[in-house]
């Protein structure tokens, strides 16, 4: 009931943070990482000692490379990134990047991309988000299509696309702002991050929205919206639990892929994270109150 | 109630049968676990074909005849267990035509593609004259390629027969089909000029006598023994019916493919284990029950990823950790139930028969929309991506199962008596909130 009774409060947080994860989204961008835009990305390990990022950069020139950039990753490395890297240099990559013996350089990992392939990548994420959301509103539609009174039944899919446009935002808006000062850049799995975070998320709103559904069924047809308010207060207690525990429990399991698993899955962990958590956040304190408000409104309208 | 039990009993030695099975044949090498690149190390190539200049636009038969000599060239090089599949690109597959080369443990990359860069492209094509002088002549594709070729030697050429002497040559025999196209080619086309492509340059540009039914044909041109030897050498690999262009590459280096498989397995454990911890301390009995649900649910993943064999990348171990998270979801569903049945006043056999039931519906549309995006995540993605997905979908799928049959019937072989205050406790769940 504390959720449903000072909504206002939690409209304002929610509104806060996805003011700020959409600032972010809008100042810094998505960086598209080769997956996306093409070109090369070599990942280079020193032995010992590791050199500047100055010579680094110079030797990459040296080579031909076009818009490349070296960052330090870790200890022992860089991460190279450029539009292109001519293909002989390629090969010899590990030995110019020893600079002329001083250092010991080995590729632990090189991919370079035709922007061909990358551009075709774009256009399917695209699709793949656009056909994930019709899928989730021809779900809800289909779901909810018995329930409506007080509230007619699509509002309910309205109100859970809004959940689920708060629940992209703000991991998307993270990520820029992780774009922004740690060079995080778009791959393959920062898509499959975010469209796995749409499914997750949908699939907590409806078990509130069911709750609901369930409680209104069970007092009866007529309901006044202050009764709805009510009912709606108790769907949530009911779900709450439930909600967060299994949240806690993916959270949990992401937390240790983060800390624990292979680098390269990081960054996709972290994105579930926080997609997860805004997830949750969202069908308690936004998806469920938006209904309550929905009614009120409606009701002070027919008077 | 015995039965109960007896049922219980034989979940947990099914579960301890996948077990000793999934251990054993992983140290026997018996279908090992099949490791993704990223995993593995090794090299990922895409090629471009380009297959604009093919007369008939029998376009499936060149690209087939383009995978198997790549892979035959690939296997000469020694890899073990290389893949070499054809796409196509675009997004429904109407786009380019692509050949991806995967070879597992191969790390020095530009040794590979310099390897398939060398198999040579052949072509045969007809030089049409124009009645015009203004237009330059063209050249027709006749559709007679390498991968018509059966095989090539080197030869010297005899004395009379119109070249020099002790020349060498590289004498081409095609297969029946090529034979036939053959005899097809030079019987319409006598007294015009057949141009031989090799790698895109005429190498030879004989006119045609007469019509050639036995399917010999040879090269000549400027040819040390060498080269002549050479050519015939590589050409007996196959030759490559369409010319093909690299336009993607990833190698991982095989330290990289440890340490990130090792990293993988650590935080599987830990996820298994901060999980069940949590359904332990919340849930108390039935989450004992939830952790043996889950240790029975990764043993059925495990053994599935063998069986099909679903290939392991990063991503996938990242898909199979996160499902661990979800794959308890069902049982706090169900749990969630079972403590309003309860505190509703029911006994435990009641509770959790109840619990089960209406419990399932939200099990079920819940993992609807889950098993909807894991599809469409498939279809996009690359494969990285699709490793995710296969293993999300498959832990969808599986986590019901083992939810719904092996948490249900250790519940049921739980019984106990509802009124002691210890039964309460065990059963009863974490704390109440007021929201």
Same mark, same amino acid.
Request: hydrophobic letters at 50%.
């Given at each position: 009931?504390?959720?449903?009774?000072?909504?206002?409060?939690?409209?304002?947080?929610?509104?806060?943070?996805?003011?700020?994860?959409?600032?972010?989204?809008?100042?810094?961008?998505?960086?598209?990482?080769?997956?996306?835009?093409?070109?090369?990305?070599?990942?280079?390990?020193?032995?010992?000692?590791?050199?500047?990022?100055?010579?680094?950069?110079?030797?990459?020139?040296?080579?031909?490379?076009?818009?490349?950039?070296?960052?330090?990753?870790?200890?022992?490395?860089?991460?190279?990134?450029?539009?292109?890297?001519?293909?002989?240099?390629?090969?010899?990559?590990?030995?110019?990047?020893?600079?002329?013996?001083?250092?010991?350089?080995?590729?632990?990992?090189?991919?370079?991309?035709?922007?061909?392939?990358?551009?075709?990548?774009?256009?399917?994420?695209?699709?793949?988000?656009?056909?994930?959301?019709?899928?989730?509103?021809?779900?809800?539609?289909?779901?909810?299509?018995?329930?409506?009174?007080?509230?007619?039944?699509?509002?309910?899919?309205?109100?859970?696309?809004?959940?689920?446009?708060?629940?992209?935002?703000?991991?998307?808006?993270?990520?820029?702002?992780?774009?922004?000062?740690?060079?995080?850049?778009?791959?393959?799995?920062?898509?499959?991050?975010?469209?796995?975070?749409?499914?997750?998320?949908?699939?907590?709103?409806?078990?509130?929205?069911?709750?609901?559904?369930?409680?209104?069924?069970?007092?009866?047809?007529?309901?006044?919206?202050?009764?709805?308010?009510?009912?709606?207060?108790?769907?949530?207690?009911?779900?709450? /639990?439930?909600?967060?525990?299994?949240?806690?429990?993916?959270?949990?399991?992401?937390?240790?892929?983060?800390?624990?698993?292979?680098?390269?899955?990081?960054?996709?962990?972290?994105?579930?994270?926080?997609?997860?958590?805004?997830?949750?956040?969202?069908?308690?304190?936004?998806?469920?109150?938006?209904?309550?408000?929905?009614?009120?409104?409606?009701?002070?309208?027919?008077? | 109630?015995?039965?109960?039990?007896?049922?219980?009993?034989?979940?947990?030695?099914?579960?301890?049968?996948?077990?000793?099975?999934?251990?054993?044949?992983?140290?026997?090498?018996?279908?090992?676990?099949?490791?993704?690149?990223?995993?593995?190390?090794?090299?990922?190539?895409?090629?471009?074909?380009?297959?604009?200049?093919?007369?008939?636009?029998?376009?499936?038969?060149?690209?087939?005849?383009?995978?198997?000599?790549?892979?035959?060239?690939?296997?000469?090089?020694?890899?073990?267990?290389?893949?070499?599949?054809?796409?196509?690109?675009?997004?429904?597959?109407?786009?380019?035509?692509?050949?991806?080369?995967?070879?597992?443990?191969?790390?020095?990359?530009?040794?590979?593609?310099?390897?398939?860069?060398?198999?040579?492209?052949?072509?045969?094509?007809?030089?049409?004259?124009?009645?015009?002088?203004?237009?330059?002549?063209?050249?027709?594709?006749?559709?007679?390629?390498?991968?018509?070729?059966?095989?090539?030697?080197?030869?010297?050429?005899?004395?009379?027969?119109?070249?020099?002497?002790?020349?060498?040559?590289?004498?081409?025999?095609?297969?029946?089909?090529?034979?036939?196209?053959?005899?097809?080619?030079?019987?319409?086309?006598?007294?015009?000029?057949?141009?031989?492509?090799?790698?895109?340059?005429?190498?030879?540009?004989?006119?045609?006598?007469?019509?050639?039914?036995?399917?010999?044909?040879?090269?000549?041109?400027?040819?040390?023994?060498?080269?002549?030897?050479?050519?015939?050498?590589?050409?007996?690999?196959?030759?490559?019916?369409?010319?093909?262009?690299?336009?993607?590459?990833?190698?991982?280096?095989?330290?990289?493919?440890?340490?990130?498989?090792?990293?993988?397995?650590?935080?599987?454990?830990?996820?298994?284990?901060?999980?069940?911890?949590?359904?332990?301390?919340?849930?108390?009995?039935?989450?004992?029950?939830?952790?043996?649900?889950?240790?029975?649910?990764?043993?059925?993943?495990?053994?599935?990823?063998?069986?099909?064999?679903?290939?392991?990348?990063?991503?996938?171990?990242?898909?199979?950790?996160?499902?661990?998270?979800?794959?308890?979801?069902?049982?706090?569903?169900?749990?969630?139930?079972?403590?309003?049945?309860?505190?509703?006043?029911?006994?435990?056999?009641?509770?959790?028969?109840?619990?089960?039931?209406?419990?399932?519906?939200?099990?079920?549309?819940?993992?609807?929309?889950?098993?909807?995006?894991?599809?469409?995540?498939?279809?996009?993605?690359?494969?990285?991506?699709?490793?995710?997905?296969?293993?999300?979908?498959?832990? /969808?799928?599986?986590?019901?199962?083992?939810?719904?049959?092996?948490?249900?019937?250790?519940?049921?072989?739980?019984?106990?008596?509802?009124?002691?205050?210890?039964?309460?406790?065990?059963?009863?769940?974490?704390?109440?909130?007021?929201?």
């Amino acid at each position: 009931m504390i959720i449903v009774k000072y909504r206002f409060v939690f409209y304002s947080i929610i509104g806060v943070i996805t003011a700020l994860a959409l600032g972010a989204l809008l100042l810094w961008g998505i960086k598209p990482g080769i997956d996306f835009a093409g070109g090369v990305q070599v990942e280079i390990r020193y032995e010992g000692e590791r050199p500047a990022a100055a010579l680094v950069n110079e030797a990459l020139g040296k080579l031909g490379a076009v818009e490349y950039s070296a960052r330090p990753s870790g200890d022992a490395e860089y991460i190279i990134r450029a539009h292109d890297i001519p293909e002989g240099a390629q090969a010899s990559l590990a030995e110019a990047l020893s600079l002329n013996g001083e250092y010991s350089a080995t590729v632990t990992q090189l991919t370079q991309i035709g922007p061909s392939i990358g551009a075709e990548l774009q256009q399917k994420a695209f699709i793949a988000l656009f056909l994930v959301i019709a899928g989730i509103l021809a779900f809800i539609t289909f779901a909810f299509r018995n329930v409506s009174r007080p509230v007619p039944s699509w509002i309910y899919g309205i109100i859970a696309i809004v959940a689920l446009i708060h629940d992209v935002i703000v991991p998307v808006g993270a990520f820029a702002a992780m774009g922004h000062f740690f060079g995080v850049q778009a791959d393959a799995l920062f898509m499959t991050a975010i469209l796995t975070i749409l499914g997750f998320s949908i699939h907590d709103t409806i078990v509130v929205f069911d709750r609901v559904r369930e409680n209104l069924r069970l007092a009866g047809d007529h309901h006044s919206h202050q009764e709805f308010e009510g009912i709606a207060g108790k769907s949530l207690n009911q779900t709450f /639990v439930r909600s967060v525990n299994t949240s806690l429990t993916v959270a949990v399991s992401l937390l240790a892929l983060y800390f624990f698993g292979p680098v390269s899955t990081q960054i996709f962990a972290l994105t579930l994270l926080i997609g997860i958590v805004a997830g949750t956040f969202s069908s308690i304190a936004l998806a469920t109150p938006l209904l309550v408000t929905v009614a009120n409104w409606l009701g002070k309208r027919s008077k | 109630m015995l039965q109960k039990r007896l049922l219980a009993l034989v979940v947990l030695m099914v579960g301890a049968l996948i077990g000793w099975f999934v251990y054993s044949s992983q140290s026997g090498m018996w279908r090992p676990f099949v490791l993704g690149l990223d995993l593995s190390g090794g090299t990922h190539l895409v090629y471009r074909a380009d297959t604009s200049g093919l007369a008939g636009g029998d376009v499936r038969g060149a690209m087939e005849a383009l995978r198997d000599t790549i892979e035959r060239r690939v296997n000469h090089f020694g890899v073990s267990e290389p893949i070499v599949q054809t796409e196509r690109g675009g997004l429904t597959g109407q786009g380019e035509e692509r050949l991806i080369v995967e070879l597992p443990g191969v790390t020095d990359t530009q040794k590979a593609i310099d390897l398939i860069g060398q198999t040579p492209v052949l072509e045969f094509k007809l030089l049409v004259v124009p009645e015009s002088a203004s237009s330059s002549a063209t050249y027709v594709s006749t559709g007679l390629s390498g991968r018509y070729l059966e095989k090539a030697a080197l030869q010297f050429a005899q004395s009379g027969s119109g070249q020099l002497s002790n020349e060498p040559l590289v004498a081409l025999t095609f297969n029946p089909e090529g034979k036939a196209l053959f005899a097809k080619i030079t019987g319409e086309n006598t007294g015009k000029e057949l141009a031989i492509f090799l790698d895109g340059q005429v190498i030879s540009s004989p006119v045609i006598q007469e019509a050639i039914t036995d399917g010999n044909a040879i090269i000549s041109g400027s040819f040390t023994p060498d080269t002549a030897k050479e050519l015939a050498q590589n050409l007996n690999f196959g030759a490559l019916p369409v010319p093909i262009e690299l336009v993607s590459t990833q190698t991982i280096g095989s330290t990289l493919g440890d340490e990130a498989l090792a990293r993988g397995v650590s935080a599987g454990f830990w996820g298994l284990i901060f999980v069940s911890i949590f359904m332990l301390l919340w849930y108390r009995l039935p989450g004992l029950v939830a952790t043996i649900a889950l240790v029975l649910y990764v043993l059925a993943m495990l053994m599935v990823f063998k069986l099909i064999p679903v290939t392991l990348t990063a991503a996938g171990i990242a898909g199979l950790i996160l499902s661990l998270g979800m794959a308890v979801d069902a049982n706090i569903l169900i749990f969630e139930r079972l403590r309003e049945e309860l505190a509703a006043g029911k006994s435990p056999q009641d509770a959790i028969h109840t619990g089960f039931a209406r419990a399932w519906l939200s099990i079920r549309d819940s993992n609807i929309s889950s098993m909807i995006t894991a599809i469409i995540l498939f279809w996009f993605g690359t494969p990285l991506v699709k490793g995710f997905a296969l293993v999300f979908f498959v832990g /969808v799928l599986i986590s019901m199962i083992t939810a719904i049959t092996a948490s249900r019937t250790l519940l049921l072989a739980l019984d106990f008596d509802r009124r002691h205050g210890i039964t309460r406790f065990l059963f009863s769940s974490g704390t109440k909130f007021r929201v």
